[in-house]
């Protein structure tokens, strides 16, 4: 047995251990869990040393089913874009593990939750090592349960039970459209290995496909139905509802569901499947603009939100959404690129914020926060880089990552063009959003309660050390990916083309020089605009909310998307479940049935009981009658 | 020599006093003597035609008719032994526990 076999199964053994006898170790559950993921992080970092020197691993374990011409085997390929992932994926989910530890303290289903953890770890890393599209699926689905098990994790509350439904039902709307890809693709090529799909393409070149009187491209439509899969499962409009509840659980499941497993694996996808992308302009086009108007959709919405983790919650929507504006113009080693760094600084940013929250003890509205830089000096140190990293500093890991991403876009023609001013927009905006709460957590005079300042501390080291070796990737993790103007060699970029290919770049040096500028600039002036409003002159937000009422509401309120799904989605299928299926077809058709049936039984029992008289001559009189018949019979059928 | 038809006629008549008693009377003992009547009419019948066939085959049935009868006069009398002493009665009329 190869080791790369135990990339996925060494927390999978974990699950197994402490969903089984994991109450039995009480507060040490931790152990198997964490030791499981070190382990996966050690060979994986082995594994990616091999693949930078070179080598592609590409093999089946075993045949998973075969039927007929239908034949899918669990198997790995662990190429470039597969080993980033890997290190991204146990990395992230090994130091969530260890902040798990001081955060879930004391909880009473802490061995349930370090199970989880290690559940959703191994179901992510199934997700990005399988060589077919059968095993993506399976990842994919896992993931889902995963999340739903952990979004639910405190299922007692109601709103964190919803939350865990909510994740689970609108992802399914993705995954039906995943799903329906997956078989197009199967019937068209007959086979799901990434190798036979990539090697195949050509054949459907040409092919169209007749739906409702509109001739499709083949090649498009199985590229936007697997594109359906990852909007929901990458949270892009319109299905970006699910993930800002999603904060329901606990923060260092967003962290995870964040930065690490679930929402990279559609912009996962969308670059594991470039060749087919690369085959149809018009999805390209639908990739690059469902993240365009994503990011700049959920930035919007980020500006005016007080809850500290929904906040960052709709950041990660708007960077998820850069990512695919990436993907979209084609350069997807700048998204996974972006994906890298993104993972570092997002989980940063999501346990600085459980930190906040430990300290406040749940309390989550900003409003009611200020000054904690004092109380907490490493949680403010770390969370202040995150927020550069993430609003693009030069120098920190968000800068090189958003920055090849806009220059990628400035040069991917009209479309380009239209994302890159988006994605500008959309970078001031984010600036502005992290340090608003920067300024509002961190700065100024506390603005809670007396006992809750009373009780203002720093975490315990389990949480601060994690936060400490996260801000290092914050700061370092773009360094991978310098860009040759600026003295790089874009590492990452060369590493990943043999996977995705390498954009044509047509720009000249000054129009580089300018969109960096330009990136910095806006980058600045959201910072300084933060701290205008939240530091030197807070009756400026005020007055702003007043003036624009309107637009401040319809942002406060997420531009009431949740409300129309309410509308129209939620409230027909409630409707149809209690007017239709309960009232007619559970309580009619079935329970007719299922009382029918014994009614009639009873029924006849009624009518025939009346035979019994009790009396022995009746049925005397019976026998005597029925073998009078008999004998008749004989005499008038049989031949003698 | 007696020709088959008068054994016949005989067993008939036997079989039918046999029946219509085990239909009109109320008392189990006549009942359970009318049970008797109407299986040695069927012996006799037998016995009538395994002489008249030449065939011993009929005979041997009849022992086992009598062996059987005899078993099944003992146990019918033995339950209505105990059925009177648990009612005191041996009318069926009376007997009417198994109506519906």
């Given at each position: 047995m190869d080791k790369y076999i135990f990339i996925p199964l060494l927390p999978l053994i974990g699950f197994c251990i402490n969903i089984w006898v994991?109450?039995?170790?009480?507060?040490?559950?931790h152990w198997v869990a964490i030791l499981a993921v070190l382990g996966s992080f050690i060979i994986s970092v082995m594994t990616f040393v091999e693949v930078v020197q070179g080598k592609v691993i590409n093999y089946d374990v075993y045949s998973w089913v075969i039927s007929g011409n239908f034949k899918v085997s669990i198997g790995f390929l662990i190429d470039q874009l597969t080993a980033i992932m890997l290190i991204v994926v146990t990395s992230v989910s090994l130091l969530v593990h260890i902040y798990s530890v001081g955060y879930m303290?004391?909880?009473?289903g802490y061995y349930r939750f370090f199970s989880y953890l290690n559940l959703f770890t191994f179901s992510m890393l199934m997700l990005v090592t399988g060589n077919n599209l059968l095993q993506l699926y399976f990842g994919w689905e896992a993931v889902g349960l995963c999340s739903y098990f952990l979004i639910g994790?405190?299922?007692?509350?109601k709103s964190a039970a919803d939350a865990g439904k909510k994740a689970f039902i609108v992802n399914r709307f993705g995954d039906f459209g995943f799903g329906l890809g997956v078989f197009m693709v199967f019937i068209t090529?007959?086979?799901?290995h990434y190798t036979d799909i990539f090697a195949n393409l050509?054949?459907?070149?040409g092919q169209t496909i007749n739906i409702l009187g509109v001739d499709i491209r083949l090649v498009t439509l199985i590229a936007l139905l697997l594109f359906c899969g990852a909007v929901g499962k990458s949270a892009?409009?319109?299905?970006?509802?699910?993930l800002a509840d999603?904060?329901?659980?606990p923060t260092p499941v967003s962290a995870l569901i964040h930065?690490?497993?679930?929402?990279t694996a559609g912009v996962f996808m969308v670059a594991r499947f470039n060749p087919l992308y690369n085959m149809s302009d018009t999805a390209m086009a639908v990739v690059a603009l469902t993240g365009a108007i994503t990011s700049l959709f959920a930035a919007t919405i980020a500006l005016?939100?007080?809850d500290i983790k929904r906040i960052i919650a709709y950041s990660t929507v708007s960077q998820l959404g850069y990512m695919f504006l990436a993907c979209g113009v084609g350069a997807y080693a700048a998204g996974i690129f972006h994906l890298f760094t993104h993972a570092y600084f997002k989980a940063l940013l999501f346990l600085g914020a459980g930190s906040v929250m430990h300290a406040m003890a749940g309390?989550?509205?900003?409003?009611?926060?200020?000054?904690?830089r004092k109380y907490m000096p490493i949680t403010f140190w770390t969370f202040l880089i995150a927020s550069f990293s993430i609003a693009g500093?030069?120098?920190?890991?968000?800068f090189f990552s958003k920055d090849e991403i806009l220059w990628l876009a400035y040069n991917g023609g009209t479309i380009g063009k239209i994302v890159w001013v988006i994605g500008t927009v959309v970078a001031a905006l984010t600036a502005f959003y992290s340090f608003r709460i920067v300024f509002l957590t961190f700065f100024g005079k506390f603005r809670g309660t007396h006992e809750e300042e009373h009780h203002l501390h720093e975490s315990p080291s389990s949480m601060t050390i994690p936060l400490l070796i996260l801000m290092v990737g914050a700061i370092s993790a773009g360094w991978v990916g310098i860009p040759p103007l600026l003295g790089g060699g874009n590492w990452i970029g060369h590493f990943l083309e043999p996977v995705l290919g390498h954009p044509h770049v047509h720009g000249t040096h000054a129009e580089e020089w300018m969109v960096i500028a330009i990136s910095i600039v806006v980058a600045v002036g959201g910072i300084f605009t933060a701290a205008v409003m939240y530091?030197?002159?807070?009756?400026i937000p005020l007055f702003l909310g007043r003036t624009f009422k309107s637009i401040y509401t319809v942002l406060w309120n997420k531009y009431y998307v949740d409300e129309l799904y309410d509308y129209t989605i939620v409230r027909p299928t409630k409707w149809l479940a209690s007017r239709?299926?309960?009232?007619?077809?559970?309580?009619?058709?079935i329970e007719g049935i299922v009382n029918g049936v014994p009614k009639l039984i009873a029924e006849f029992g009624e009518r025939f009981?009346?035979?019994?008289?009790?009396?022995l001559q009746h049925y005397a009189m019976g026998m005597a009658f029925g073998l009078f018949v008999i004998v008749s019979l004989v005499f008038i059928f049989v031949k003698i | 020599m007696v020709p088959l038809e008068w054994y016949i006629a005989l067993s008939t008549v036997i079989f039918i006093i046999g029946v219509t008693g085990f239909l009109i009377r109320r008392n189990i003992i006549i009942m359970l003597i009318c049970i008797e009547l109407m299986l040695n009419a069927v012996n006799l019948s037998l016995i009538a035609f395994s002489h008249y066939l030449q065939d011993l085959k009929g005979q041997i049935l009849v022992i086992f008719v009598i062996t059987v009868a005899a078993a099944e006069a003992a146990i019918g009398l033995a339950i209505l032994v105990a059925l009177y002493r648990n009612?005191?009665?041996?009318?069926t009329d009376k007997l009417t526990e198994m109506k519906g």
């Open positions: 994991g109450k039995f170790f009480k507060e040490k559950a303290h004391g909880d009473t994790y405190y299922f007692r509350k090529l007959g086979t799901l050509s054949k459907l070149e892009q409009i319109p299905l970006h509802v699910w999603a904060m329901e659980g930065a690490a497993t679930m929402v005016v939100q007080n309390q989550l509205d900003i409003q009611k926060m200020g000054g904690l500093i030069p120098g920190l890991a968000g530091l030197w002159a807070p009756s239709i299926l309960v009232a007619v077809t559970d309580a009619k058709i009981r009346k035979l019994q008289t009790g009396f | 009612k005191a009665v041996v009318h």
